[in-house]
């Protein structure tokens, strides 16, 4: 299982969010993003990019369709 915190850029600002495969909505164990104190996913689609601290944690958020920098 995999649960990391992450920042998801919106509006020009950076927003703390979690990066999880323990959610219903992800597929195949690839993580999906859901922002802090929400219970919605944020699709690829619906995320600019996202802030990721671990290098392989950035590779799978990758594998899963998102921008990820690391950082």
Do not use: W
Request: proline share 6%; with cysteine.
């Amino acid at each position: 299982m995999v649960r990391i915190k992450v920042k998801i850029e919106q509006g020009g600002q950076f927003l703390p969010a979690i990066l999880t495969n323990e959610h219903p909505e992800s597929s195949y164990g690839l993580p999906v993003v859901v922002i802090d104190g929400e219970n919605r996913v944020r699709k690829p689609g619906e995320v600019y990019c996202l802030r990721v601290s671990d290098f392989q944690m950035a590779d799978l958020a990758r594998k899963a369709g998102y921008l990820a920098l690391k950082g």
